[in-house]
């Protein structure tokens, strides 16, 4: 964990205060609209511009006011409480049983076509990354999953980074619903396994959205708008080994919940990690996993590290969560309720649980 600093010396709100109306008059045409909406969301939190509560002690009489925030999850004062309550409603929905977190991270030469296509591009990572792991289960194993996707857009250092974090049950519900099936709480599935369905369902989907032509290309790449020559690109992607990992069996995912959760609901840069900003540059620390987790520094001039930062927020109605399996809204009353009885089944009669192994 990043121990900068014992106290925010520099906050995100001053910065842009100071420079964005400059950063819109050079970049306004290339901002998207919730950019300025969540921006001016963060300018305005617990200011007069957003009202207050005002508190009068009975006894002594002392007021207290008591601005309102503005909820944005750009916001890195807002972001901690929203953060905590989406990890407290998606533990109250879980199964008591262990979990897995997978990471599935996007090639670096798919990156900038998501980039450019944030709706159908992101929506295909999410669905592939549930279908790599659901996929398996139905077919290798004769059962369904609960998983929780969440997507993260970047790394540590700011960079474009798109990956998918996925909490996985450890074992699934029977196709026919009547028992639990438990998996090995040492290995979920084949990490190879994972990492070439993973790139089949991508590489699939994003063949489908540009034969559905959801797919934009900036001019200097418009010869991709030509399905044959968008199709080799992508062919050439299975040269490669992607990346993806099967974290151990979590006997309590509370942790990893709260992990996942502070990237998706709160600010990409925590306040504590900036320490220095002169007016012209910014410079923050951060966790490079390329040198073993040391703690590194990067120097941005202060609108490329405003661009860096707007770069994450999602668009306006985008879920960056989705559930699948037993956890699909559609499915989860009925799979959760079927799912419980037979957990309190093997737990009376442990020779009922299948115990067969892959």
Known sequence: MLRVGASIRYSIAEILARHWWDFVRTYGRWIRPVVFENVRKVLACRTPALGC??????RCEKVTVVPHSCKSRFCPCCGKHRTDVWADTVLNDLLDVPYHHLVLSVPASLRWILLGNRKSGLSAVLRAAALSVTDWAVTVRGMRVGVITVLHTFGSDLKWHPHAHLLVTGG???LDGSRWIKTDPRFLMPQAGLWKRWRYHLVNLLRKAHQARKLRFPKRFAFLKDYPRFSGLLAKLY???WYAHIGASLLDPRFTVRYIGRYTKRAVLAEYRITHYDGKTV???FRDYAEGRKTSFKTFPVHAFIAALIRHIPDKGFPTVRHA?????????SYLAQARRAIE????HPRRLDMKLV
């Open 53 to 58: 509560h005002v508190y009068r002690c009975p």
């Open 345 to 348: 089944a093997a737990l009376e």
């Open 239 to 241: 040269q490669i080994t």
């Open 325 to 333: 399996g037993l956890f699909a809204p559609r499915w989860k009353a």
């Open 172 to 174: 699934g519900l029977s």
């Open 283 to 285: 410079r923050f620390a």
